[in-house]
């Protein structure tokens, strides 16, 4: 199967924002066996847009289409969809109610133009959205196949995968299987290297490395006839790859450190609380992101101001004037007086420069310490992070954080 | 002037890459009042290229392309723009001549298939390339024009901005200016039905809405012979805007509310600290993503146990128990025991429930209160956020933080 993935909207055409969406599905598509033919961008203009359904289908036979599904007048995929499949648009009776409820239940006045978001091309199978009001449909005529979704990831990224994947599954031919590895501390060009005559020598499964902000990833893909064959294929590699990278790997089902740590802590019944300095509460917002961790997690304490130090944590004025306050004197303190307050069973603590200003040749931008008090002991821990920018340095301290407390928890047992 | 900006690269396809030359090339052309149509990918391949080339002149009279000018057998952009354009591909021996130093400076060996980026459409005006052996080009006949860059951004980039652009800046008919105003609490499809008959009526300035994760951005733009008129065109659009939906800007600078809030705190003087139960630490996170907070943001207090909250921020376990924790007097006097630690000029709280359990039909998921001291006075504010899922609630709660704030600082002076 051949496919282009269209995009909609005049602020992709003005730069406003990054075709993020575009390279989400490019990515998709190619693990489920499509080959992706082009990407297209078209504003919001009715007759370019029709020309470009048309154009697109040359060589391919299926487009996916991201925007313009709208509310709002210049939404148009819809209707161009429609008139470039000679299908009439009509209103969908249960996809209206949807409509009208979302709308009761959080109190808003449902203007006009609301109503074209439960009218569908007549043959269309619509995909609901549960993060917004316009759905995403499918429509087939003539072997040419269109998936039409929202614009905004937040919408489009769940339908996909809760919907449109199954749905494209279940039409691709040969079962494909994958697993995608999780590996820390190994960059990507390092880890191609372990491996590099597997990827060169295999044509299937195959391996391909990705990287990630501060991690890297290898996916081991299979496409055979059956997904028993396919399955086969990929533990064999699995098997091999293990050999070469073991240690590094810390997830065989493309799982998130931070939920791996927290579902530990749940299982064991371990409670944490953190102190923050650089980190500004990123690691607490990590952690709460996860629903379900307020049986694990206690507390967390950002202390921005060396006096919030001081107040909350009981940091010694000594200690901060002797080691300053990005040391792994003042990390420990920080942890100790956590469990002080807290007396949770993992006390983890951070100070560092996350930049841009407030290096030194002594200190540069980008040194972290991480403090942790556990089973009675306090430990630090150093680390001098690459210094690209400030988010960077900061999201990259947090996986840090993680990566301490997955080492204690699963490492020195 | 219209243009189709087309990237080449099998890469970009299997979503390996993001396409950043894309959005900036599609920034610089509007900027120059150079209309962008569409953006078009397509892979290493002779023939899709060709008819992509051919296709996106359809309606454009200028195609910019990057990518495919390398060395490698697959580098084909070159070759299948002469083809389209009917010129002959020839060594310009002065190019010849730069890649055989570049080759020495570096000692290097040249191998043979590197000789093809000395090699240009017979009539191409050549964009040396100090930063790669690729050279751009463009290339002109009957009215339509193409320029054909680099793909490395490092690489091009540099090409654009000294050497692309003021040849083209000797081109352009007419000047674009905009402003994106940002819009709170009014949706999108609000906004474009008190608007409307402005946006009906106008084809310059144009007014358009789009739609992001917890607010709308409003672009009013216009194209005229020069930049003053451009500017005096949105100015008067601006004014009927503002008469429209006034109080409901935030900015006409496309600038973040925490940025405005923040900077506001710097030039005021004011200390901010916050205590926050359901956004987990998302806020201080958000205002520490701020470099140089530290003069306004003195500390963070995550009390997401019970317990917690009467430690850390002295919360009476009677008001606890008698209102529960999501309740305004729990809020207000979390920011009250805020206020004792920290004695900060504003003292900000949240409690909520930000799903996807613990709602009930009294207290619904995505029921928050944010509590403020300021001024010797505690104030708290209830609001019911749209359930769609955890993230989006968070990120909403930490939005109606910030908007809390930018009322006090703002409009209650």
Redesign the interface.
């Known amino acids: 199967m051949k496919c282009t993935i269209l ?1 909609v909207g ?11 969406n ?9 693990e489920m066996g499509i080959d ?8 919001d203009n009715p007759l ?1 847009l029709k ?2 359904i048309r ?1 697109a289908y ?2 391919c036979d299926m487009i996916i289409t991201t925007g313009g599904l ?5 939404d148009l995929t819809k209707e161009m969809i429609a008139e470039a499949f000679g299908e009439e648009i009509i209103t969908f009776p249960e996809q209206l109610e949807i409509l009208q409820n979302h709308f009761k239940r ?4 449902m ?1 006009e ?2 109503l074209k978001q439960a009218n569908f091309p007549k043959n269309a199978t619509v995909f609901p959205n ?3 009001t316009a759905p995403g449909f499918a429509l087939e005529k003539s072997g040419k196949l269109i998936v039409s979704m929202p614009g ?1 990831p ?1 919408e489009m990224v ?1 339908m996909f995968e809760q919907q449109v994947r199954p749905f494209l599954e279940n039409r691709s031919d040969g079962a494909l299987f994958y697993k995608t590895l999780r590996v820390f501390e190994l960059g990507e060009s390092m880890l191609e290297t372990r491996l590099l005559d597997l990827i060169n020598s295999q044509t299937d499964p195959t391996l391909a490395t ?1 990287a990630k902000d501060h991690e890297s990833t290898l996916r081991i893909a299979s496409k055979r006839k059956t997904r028993a064959e396919a399955e086969a294929a990929v533990s064999e590699m699995l098997a091999k790859v293990r050999e070469r990278i073991g240690p590094f790997i810390y997830s065989e089902e493309d799982e998130d450190l931070s939920r791996i740590v927290l579902r530990k802590l749940l299982q064991d019944g371990l409670s944490l609380s953190v102190a ?1 300095s650089c ?7 990590a ?3 996860v ?4 049986a694990v ?9 060396n ?2 130090k001081m ?2 944590l009981g940091v010694r004025a000594e200690t901060l004037a002797q080691y300053g306050a990005v040391s792994s004197q003042v990390a420990e303190e920080m942890a100790d007086g956590l469990y002080r ?2 007396r949770s069973d993992l006390c983890l603590s951070i100070t560092g420069i ?4 407030g290096g030194s040749a002594e200190k540069p931008v980008g040194l972290i310490y991480i403090g942790l008090r556990h089973r009675g002991e306090v430990r630090s821990y150093r680390y001098q992070l690459r210094n690209s920018n ?2 960077y340095i ?1 999201s990259n301290a947090v996986m840090h954080m993680f990566l301490v407390l997955y080492k204690t928890l699963f490492r020195e047992d």
Request: zero cysteines; hydrophobic letters at 25%.
């Open positions: 995009s005049t602020e992709l055409l003005f730069g406003s924002i990054l075709n993020t575009t390279v989400y599905l490019s990515q998709q598509m190619n992706v033919m082009y990407h297209m961008t078209v504003g370019r020309d470009m154009h040359v060589d709208g509310p709002t007048q210049d959080y109190d808003r006045p203007t133009n609301n549960p993060n917004g905004p937040k769940p990705y923050e980190t500004g509460g990123a690691f607490s917002k952690v709460t992101d629903p379900g961790v307020s997690f206690d507390r967390g304490i950002v202390t921005y101001s006096q919030a107040q909350e307050a807290s996350a930049g841009p200003d400030r988010r900061r």
